[in-house]
């Protein structure tokens, strides 16, 4: 009897060893499909947010390039109207004094003060402003006060001035040709 229940129990003890290493199997199938599952979500997860972060870097250095690029193509169209204003303060007397009889001429009114330049003193003169008077029929008179501008004149009548300096000459000329500039340098 004791050798029925030794084997009895042998019996029991590989059957529940048999079950338990079933089960063991079965929870340690289960926890790796599990844990690979959770490998592959995590894997995408990291995939797309590198794919994002990646994307950003791109845009980002797409929009730096952009700025960069405009920046440049702001520089060129500057140093062209620099050039011009160059140009204009550097014309001969001859030419300067004729670009601001046109310049004066249409627009002064009777009674104006013109404000020259400390640097055109010398060429924008009273006897220039008593013949650019002669000629307009209007009295135009030189103030004894100097612009703090790079050149030309400023009007100063009884109830507004208009600025004829060259910065402002080359401002007004840049808005409305900017685009024709930009066009024909290529830009």
């Known amino acids: 009897m004791t050798d029925e229940l030794l084997v009895s129990a042998k019996k029991a003890a590989a059957a529940m060893t048999e079950e338990a290493t079933e089960e063991s199997k079965e929870a340690d199938e289960k926890l790796r499909a599990s844990l690979e599952a959770e490998k592959a979500e995590k894997k ?84 220039f402003i008593k013949k650019l008077s002669a000629s307009t029929k209007k009295k135009l008179t030189l103030s004894k006060e100097k612009g703090d501008f790079s050149g030309g004149v400023i009007l100063r009548g009884t109830k507004y001035d208009r600025d004829l300096s060259v910065d402002a000459v080359v401002e007004e000329l840049k808005s409305r040709t900017v685009s024709d500039t930009v066009r024909c340098l290529g830009l």
Do not use: F, H, P, W
Not at 89 to 104: F, M, P, T, V
């Open 44 to 127: 995408k997860e990291a995939d797309e947010a590198a794919e994002r972060a990646y994307g950003g870097r791109i845009k980002l250095g797409e929009l730096e390039a952009g700025k960069a690029a405009l920046k440049a193509k702001q520089k060129c169209v500057s140093e062209v109207y620099e050039k011009v204003k160059e140009l204009i303060l550097s014309l001969n007397d001859a030419g300067y004094l004729a670009l601001y009889k046109k310049l004066i001429e249409a627009e002064c009114e009777d009674g104006d003060e013109i404000i020259v330049s400390a640097r055109d003193t010398k060429r924008i003169t009273a006897e």
